[in-house]
């Protein structure tokens, strides 16, 4: 069973920076896919971020795009997603999840809840106006 801790999130005022950080332990296989998404009160859970686990594909949503980057740190089976320029409509729990195994990935995959195989606790970021 691969387990995943999110960390980094808080309360930031709109306009600040977070740095929310995602680390696998267990069975994580050599090729995986990494996922930020993240849920607002009473909203779907929506697509934020991945990343392959050597950081040569990324994909991120258009809400956030420009304002987000994610990265790897492969050896550390880690990935940071780094927000900046927050909004009051970035306040969510943000989870991680992972695919394992991947032979194909594509954006629609990417986005697809349904296609990882293990998820994180969630970490809560909300941004005061």
């Known amino acids: 069973q691969v387990h995943l801790v999110e960390s980094g999130g808080g309360l930031v005022q709109a306009g600040g920076s977070l740095r929310l950080s995602c680390t696998a332990s267990g069975p994580i296989s050599s090729t995986y896919l990494m996922g930020w998404f993240r849920q607002a009160p009473g909203e779907e859970r929506e697509f934020v971020a991945a990343?392959?686990?050597?950081?040569?594909?990324?994909y991120s949503a258009d809400p956030v795009k420009g304002r987000v980057t994610i990265s790897s740190e492969n050896a550390k089976n880690t990935v940071i997603l780094q927000m900046s320029n927050l909004r009051p409509e970035d306040t969510a729990v943000y989870y991680c999840?992972?695919?394992?195994?991947?032979?194909?990935?594509?954006?629609?995959?990417?986005?697809?809840?349904?296609?990882?195989?293990?998820w994180g606790q969630g970490t809560q970021v909300t941004v005061s106006s």
């Open positions: 999840a992972v695919k394992q195994d991947i032979i194909i990935v594509s954006d629609v995959l990417a986005m697809r809840e349904s296609w990882y195989d293990y």
């Open positions: 990343i392959t686990w050597n950081g040569g594909i990324t």
